[in-house]
């Protein structure tokens, strides 16, 4: 298990819960604008022994409601099950945010009950998700099975997608709302610099710019918001 960071309190990151996240290391996608680039590849160094975390975590049961697992990508990990059975022994609810191009992980996971929450990544439209995603080879049936398999109601989720003004477009979220037609949630975050990020030099949208994708994506999706900006 490679764990790379861990958040020790977090109101943002699992919706309506106290909550902790751990940050693993390693991902299948090289999205240009990712702000965990530190993250991604196999020299990746783990700063902590899933121990250690979960000794941090035997110690926070009364104070903690959840627990994010985020990457990277997580569901790379071998040993996620397993972590996840020893949190979930603790009493924590466990919210798994991922990229979705392994939906048999993700199935397997969600069949066995052992997921309270997911958070699925939508890149882009399907005609840009290999430019988005960083990967050309991309195989767009592992997206379209994920999203199939959350938008059934298998475990409660939402889809979401950081907003880059060089890599999106009006008519990337048009075709979003017809391909996620009557999900559950998607919401929208900006892009924000960093010195993290993966390819420096992108820029973000003005929040009149981002409302009008919100109203392009509520014509086929009734929950639709805006994330990290008042409106």
């Known amino acids: 298990m490679k764990i790379c960071g861990l958040q020790k309190t977090t109101l943002l990151d699992y919706p309506q819960h106290v909550a902790a996240t751990v940050f693993m290391g ?29 000794d941090f975590f035997r110690t926070r049961t009364t104070r903690l409601e959840g627990v994010c697992l985020t990457g ?12 996840i059975r020893e949190l979930r022994g603790m009493g924590y609810l466990i919210k798994l945010d991922t990229n979705g191009y392994k939906p048999d992980v993700l199935k397997d996971l969600a069949s066995k009950g052992l997921l309270d929450y997911v958070a699925m990544d939508i890149k ?5 998700y290999p430019t988005v995603a960083g990967v050309e080879s991309l ?3 592992r997206i379209e099975e994920s999203v199939r398999f959350l938008m059934e109601g298998n475990v409660p989720y939402e889809f979401r997608a950081t ?8 008519e990337d979220f ?11 949630r998607y919401y929208l975050q900006n892009y924000v610099e960093s010195d993290q990020v993966l390819k420096p030099g992108f820029s973000s949208y003005s929040k009149e710019e981002l409302l009008k994708f919100i109203d392009i994506l509520k014509v086929d999706i009734g929950d639709v918001g805006l994330r990290g900006i008042d409106y």
Request: proline share 6%; with cysteine.
């Open 124 to 128: 882009s439209s399907k005609e840009g």
């Open 174 to 184: 048009r075709s979003i709302g017809k391909w996620l037609h009557g999900c559950s």
């Open 139 to 141: 195989d767009m049936k």
């Open 72 to 83: 990277g990508e997580p569901t790379l990990q071998p040993d996620l099950e397993s972590l």
């Open 26 to 54: 390693g991902c299948n996608f090289r999205c240009p604008f990712c702000h965990n680039s530190d993250l991604l590849g196999s020299e990746a160094e783990p700063a902590y022994t899933t121990e250690e975390v979960l």
């Open 163 to 170: 907003v880059v003004r060089e890599l999106h477009s009006e």
